[in-house]
């Protein structure tokens, strides 16, 4: 099996040929690394490749993780569900959230960002397969919510993340993200501190870049099969 950094060096290679084939700049899109159930050995690993960026979905796992790593090497993504409770946790720990689907939510995380931190990063998350997802606000609302989040003083706003429904061909995967592509284009237009398509996982990466996907979040293909979750005090 190749390692960790093997996979990642493919991983950059491929990303760039996908760049080049899609008329993408060159740099444009970056691989944001999801360790989700994945050990701190195996983010280390990667993190001897070159890699900074790294994506979590369940809280008290990801804090571990911050705790034993540090904060100043990496920049800390969280892209799971937000409860309501546990806000105060990911505003003070993370530099990323991807998964803002709420109001309450985006205020929360506004008012418990600590003033010694710059402003958290923030990514709306949009529902792009309607029904077959309960995450992610629907396209139309996308505008007035991006309005309100970028009126909170301590977050500042970056973007659109989507988790299509899997489907199986490149035309159809990039059929589900054009749309999306075209939101984001009006509403960068809007705020100038949208820089960032949060699309792509490692099933659909081709269709993400090929639509103007800025950060792919890689899971498998950077660490492998992921092992069973360890139930958890969260
Ligand atoms: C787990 C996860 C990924 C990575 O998925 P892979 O298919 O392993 O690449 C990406 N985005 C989100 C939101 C995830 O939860």
Same mark, same amino acid.
């Given at each position: 099996?190749?390692?960790? $950094?093997e &996979?990642? +060096? ?15 700049? !060159? ?7 999801? !360790?989700?159930?994945? =050990? ?6 990667a993190?001897?490749?070159?890699q900074?960026?790294?994506?979590? &979905?369940?809280l *008290? ?6 705790q ?16 309501? &409770? ?25 008012? *418990?960002? #600590?003033? !010694?931190?710059?402003?958290? &990063?923030i /990514?709306?998350?949009?529902?792009? @397969?309607?029904? @077959? ?5 629907? #396209?139309?609302? /996308? ?6 989040? $970028? ?13 299509? $429904? #899997?489907?199986? @061909?490149?035309? *159809?995967?990039? $059929?589900?993200?054009? =749309?999306?592509?075209?939101?984001? +284009?009006?509403?960068?237009? *809007?705020h100038? @501190? ?8 490692s ?21 492998? =099969?992921?092992?069973?979750?360890? =139930?958890?005090?969260?």
């Open positions: 099996m190749p390692s960790i $950094a &996979n990642i +060096q493919r991983l950059r290679d491929r990303v760039r040929e996908l760049e080049d084939r899609y008329q993408r700049e !060159s740099g444009s899109v970056k691989l944001l690394a999801v !360790s989700k159930t994945h =050990p701190v050995e195996n983010i280390l690993q993190m001897s490749a070159g900074k960026d790294f994506g979590e &979905n369940y *008290q796992e990801a804090l571990d993780k911050i034993a790593i540090g904060r100043t090497e990496v920049t800390w993504h969280f892209i799971g569900p937000i409860q309501s &409770n546990k806000t105060r946790d990911i505003a003070e720990h993370f530099d990323w959230v991807h998964s803002v689907d709420r109001l309450k939510i985006a205020r929360r995380l506004s008012e *418990q960002r #600590p003033d !010694s931190l710059p402003p958290l &990063n /990514c709306v998350q949009v529902n792009i @397969s309607g029904e @077959s997802s309960k995450s992610g606000i629907a #396209p139309e609302d /996308c505008e007035a919510f991006c309005e309100a989040v $970028a009126h909170l003083p301590r977050l500042k706003l970056r973007g659109l993340m989507a988790i299509p $429904a #899997p489907t199986e @061909s490149l035309a *159809q995967q990039r $059929a589900v993200y054009r =749309p999306l592509a075209e939101i984001m +284009q009006h509403l960068a237009q *809007q100038e @501190s949208m820089d960032t398509l949060s699309i792509g996982m099933d659909d990466h081709e269709a993400a870049i090929a639509e103007g996907g800025t950060m792919i979040r890689l899971g498998t293909a950077i660490f492998g =099969p992921r092992p069973p979750r360890v =139930p958890e005090r969260d």
